[in-house]
């Protein structure tokens, strides 16, 4: 079933990606992230409130919430710049060079999780770095 969430999220990251391009086109792209992030805030925590999850939030240890602060910061922090790069290039590249974060997640992953590292994964991350690469040659 991940694999499913997986795709969905690739699919709507795709349409994020376009909709974020018209939307910053005539504003200010930390104005546009922040309109963003608030809807994103009333979609999720609506989610959670009408899933009877709120209650679950003092079984939150203090641990999780420091990643998960942390994690906030870096998704904060990358859409900043994400929807400054579409606003000052072709939303095609920025998006293909923004891929290079599952080459970055792979090394990560191994260093800090000691995830295994296949084989396929490797040549996977590769092929992909590649095509960050030739995104970036004009």
Do not use: P
């Not at 504003?27 to 922040?34: D, G, H, K």
């Not at 609506?46 to 240890?61: A, M």
């Not at 998960?68 to 859409?79: E, R």
């Amino acid at each position: 079933m991940w694999k499913l969430y997986a795709f969905l999220s690739a699919f709507f990251a795709a349409l994020t990606a376009i909709f974020a391009k018209v939307g910053v086109k005539d504003i200010n792209s930390n104005l546009a992230t922040a309109i963003r992030t608030t809807v994103i805030l009333f979609i999720t925590w609506g989610i959670v409130f009408f899933g009877s999850h709120l209650s679950e939030i003092k079984l939150v240890s203090r641990h999780t919430w420091l990643f998960l602060i942390l994690s906030g910061m870096m998704t904060g922090l990358s859409w900043l710049f994400y929807f400054k790069a579409i606003q000052l290039g072709d939303v095609s590249r920025v998006a293909s060079i923004d891929k290079l974060s599952v080459v970055i997640t792979i090394i990560l992953a191994f260093i800090f999780l000691h995830e295994q590292v296949s084989l396929k994964v490797v040549i996977g991350g590769a092929l992909i770095a590649a095509g960050s690469i030739m995104m970036i040659i004009k």
